[in-house]
């Protein structure tokens, strides 16, 4: 610490001769937190030195002018506290003063863009958005057409993105946890298998894994008119993965309201649950009851319905296959490839969090009679999700910015359709802005229910 | 690609700082660099790609080396930068290249909101439909309602597309991959019913497919597509430099002047072949050029028909008829204002 240094190194030497400078800094750290570690440094590293500060403190130079001539003396300490050496008012003013430069610079920026932009009669702003986009997108979760304007695609660029990071964010987990789990197995085979994996697929770049899982779909599979048929309704073909889904029916929605009445009821059963435990110490069977209440109202309100079961199965017509749900080859390549990227280093974050937990701790939980299944849920998940929760956010995030690799394999994720739209506007600095305010909504939100999520499994000390 | 943003960020933060770049016109901006920097497709067969040895062939390139010897009379002062559709106006306005050699169609739009400007057309285009042999179904553009369509993002096709199928109430979805050799590899994969261009360009593609004959074009053409050089709007003499360059060409194939006949045609005592090649000085001055600048393109890099048969000609892998191409005497459409 070069502060501590050359006050240790000052201090007696100052002691010497020079009275008023070792003083100055004393009475400054006394007054104010901030340079407390000064001093304290001074205190803790050099006996010596206290004891000179201290002894000189008491016959200070100030003290003496301000016997000798108070008026003076006054003037003089109130000048130096309201100007040049108070630090708090010295730190505002280099704050101000950065802030002046910082916005300077961005002035002289943003005024010589526009600037350059006139001179070159390049459009500008952001009048754009509304104009037809006259561009098809191969993908969409909402009804898109060429005839709509470029806001909209733009849109539905960003919910493809949402689209293929949500659900990536859900299977890493899974597959994340389970990889790291079986790291930790005592199963030398399941153990060496997870470790060779995570090492080879944290090794390989994932736009290669891209590449490799996207001309998986081309190359291997066949042309729809062959469709390979695995199971009854489900077809894959280079056109992407076909499967039968359940035809619409008035009842679904009664169906997903049942669902949700069965999950409030189930919370506050918890609730009761706990508190009796907590007063009688008897335990109520949650689990079966949860999952009987969350399967079975729904399974009752579709059987009340008169049990609606027409499938809508995909048939080849023209080109390609009609009905059922799609999942293109190029989203499916995306999210596999994410997934299996991402889920290595997840792997290693989990084995981490497990480990980071004393081995006394899982002995005391069986020492006292918790069954294995309380150990994991009580005593280890929620100490180790305290250390697997932070780099878990950062996963999450590089997870939701390496979809942007999209435009590689032809995805029509955010990215992708802001580069289409920057190239037929000619509008790159606006499509560019674009682009990162909208990945830094992504990555805010997630942070942000992230360190919710972190503050409440946070150690609550009592 | 992660690669093209990043691209993208540093072309718009170039804009962003650069105060005097662009003011200066490009000429002596040009000169005291000793090079033109000219932006070509490289991956597009017939129009700007590398060949096996690693020298440029192809008709953008051929335009951008009778450039570099209009102004320096040496056709190889010359440094190519391969662009993405997606890239290559973003690469122009901000100074990355000097003028854009890259089978670009001239729109209103881009000649006026991209702030661009275009020089004579060097190839005229129309877009149309390559489609596997084998799918007998497909014979006209018409039969291609719910078809996979491969396209190439930020072209005027990508756009043209969308219209025919709206146009005709048709349904189509788009495959769209920003790099023309991995679009291509996936349509030769059998990702998508037909892939979509200009009609050059499909048969640029066709010819490095893994067996050219299992393609063919659609008779359909569905657009007007001229192609041509661009430069930045607002440097006039550049701009015409570009232009002639160009036309030089066109008029040394009309006035009969070829790469292998021109030092005879200096002692030609025809006034438009005099004026043409310098030998009257004048033409030359008006642009701020050396008066030998015309006879150097011809000399050096050929004229218009030479560059057309050896880069997409009858005797190429791409085998197009001059059509729309030819002098407007023999019913093209290359024309030339006089040269005086």
């Known amino acids: ?462 | 690609m992660k690669l093209s943003k990043l691209w993208l960020l540093v072309m718009a933060v170039v804009v962003a700082f650069s105060g005097v770049a662009f003011a200066g016109p490009t000429l002596d901006n040009v000169k005291a660099k000793g090079f033109v920097q000219v932006g070509v497709n490289g991956e597009l067969f017939g129009f700007g790609k590398p060949d096996e040895k690693g020298v440029w062939r192809g008709l953008d390139v051929d335009t951008g080396r009778a450039i570099a010897a209009a102004v320096f009379g040496d056709a190889d002062k010359i440094k190519f930068i391969p662009l993405t559709s997606v890239q290559r106006f973003t690469g122009l306005q901000s100074g990355e290249v000097d003028v854009l050699c890259r089978n670009a169609t001239q729109t209103l739009g881009r000649d006026t909101e991209l702030g661009l400007d275009f020089a004579q057309v060097n190839y005229y285009d129309g877009q149309g439909f390559l489609v596997p042999k084998k799918n007998k179904k497909i014979k006209r553009a018409k039969d291609l309602n719910g078809a996979t369509v491969c396209v190439l993002p930020g072209t005027t096709t990508e756009l043209n597309v969308a219209d025919y199928f709206r146009e005709n109430k048709m349904k189509m979805k788009p495959v769209v991959i920003e790099s023309n050799a991995e679009l291509a590899k996936a349509f030769f994969a059998g990702r998508c019913d037909v892939l979509t261009s200009d009609a050059s360009q499909l048969a640029g593609t066709r010819a490095v497919a893994p067996k050219p004959d299992d393609y063919i074009i659609l008779p359909d053409i569905i657009s007007k597509e001229p192609l041509a050089p661009a430069v930045r709007h607002g440097d006039n003499q550049w701009k015409d430099i570009v232009n002639y360059a160009v036309l030089a060409m066109i008029e040394a194939e009309e006035l009969g002047i070829t790469s292998k006949n021109i030092d005879e045609q200096l002692k030609s005592t025809i006034p438009k072949v005099q004026r043409f090649l310098g030998v009257t000085p004048g033409n030359g001055k008006a642009l701020g050029l050396d008066e030998k600048w015309a006879y150097n393109i011809v000399k050096q890099v050929g004229n218009y028909g030479e560059i057309f048969e050896r880069s997409v000609g009858k005797d190429t892998p791409l085998k197009l008829e001059r059509g729309l191409n030819a002098l407007w005497k023999n019913g093209g459409l290359m024309y030339s204002p006089p040269f005086r």
């Open chain 1, 1 to 462: 610490m070069p502060f501590g240094k050359t006050a240790v190194s000052c201090i007696p030497r100052l002691s010497d001769k020079r009275h008023r400078w070792p003083c100055s800094f004393s009475s400054i750290a006394d007054g104010n937190g901030e340079w407390s570690p000064l001093p304290s440094a001074v205190f803790m590293s050099s006996h010596d030195g206290s004891q000179a500060c201290n002894d000189l403190s008491l016959n200070s130079d100030q003290r003496k002018m301000k016997k000798g001539d108070p008026v003076i003396s006054t003037e003089h300490t109130a000048q130096r506290a309201a100007w040049f050496n108070d630090p708090k008012i010295r730190a505002i003013l280099y704050q101000i003063a950065v802030l002046g430069i910082v916005g300077l610079l961005g002035y002289y920026l943003f005024n010589n863009t526009v600037e350059n932009l006139k001179r070159q009669s390049i459009a500008t702003g952001f009048g754009f958005l509304n104009k037809e986009a006259s561009f098809e997108v191969g993908e969409s979760l909402i009804p898109y057409s060429a005839a709509d304007p470029y806001i909209r695609a733009l849109l539905v660029g960003a919910l493809n993105t949402i689209k293929v990071a949500f659900v990536g964010i859900v299977l890493t987990i899974i597959l994340g946890t389970f990889l790291g789990i079986a790291r930790l197995s005592k199963n030398w085979l399941v153990s060496k298998l997870a470790a060779v994996y995570i090492e080879v697929m944290q090794d390989i770049p994932i736009l290669l894994q891209l590449f490799f899982w996207y001309s998986f779909f081309y190359d291997i599979l066949p042309s729809p008119a062959e469709a390979l048929e695995p199971l009854n309704g489900v077809f894959m073909s280079n056109r992407g993965l076909v499967f039968a889904v359940p035809e619409w029916h008035p009842a679904y929605p009664y169906m997903a309201m049942a669902f949700i009445a069965g999950c409030i009821a189930v919370y506050f059963m918890r609730r009761w649950a706990r508190k009796r435990q907590e007063k009688t110490g008897q335990i109520f069977p949650v689990f079966t009851l949860s999952l009987a209440i969350m399967i079975g109202l729904p399974l009752t309100t579709w059987l009340l319905a008169g049990a609606p079961l027409n499938m809508s199965v995909p048939e080849l017509e023209g080109f390609n296959f009609k009905g059922g749900l799609n999942m293109s080859p190029e989203f499916a390549a995306l999210l596999i490839g994410l997934v299996l990227y991402t889920a290595a280093f997840v792997a290693e974050i989990v084995r981490a969090g497990i480990q980071a937990i004393g081995k006394g701790q899982v002995e005391a939980a069986m020492a006292i009679g918790l069954k294995p299944g309380q150990v994991l849920s009580l005593v280890i998940l929620p100490q180790a999700l305290r250390v697997i929760i932070p780099p878990l956010t950062s996963q999450m995030l590089n997870l939701t910015k390496n979809s942007s690799l999209a435009v590689a394999i032809g995805f029509p994720d955010f990215v992708s359709v802001a580069s289409t739209t920057i190239n037929q506007t000619g509008q790159a600095i606006e499509g560019i802005s674009l682009i990162m305010v909208v990945y830094l909504c992504f990555s805010l939100l997630t942070s942000l229910f992230m360190n919710w999520y972190n503050k409440k499994m946070a150690l609550v000390e009592r």
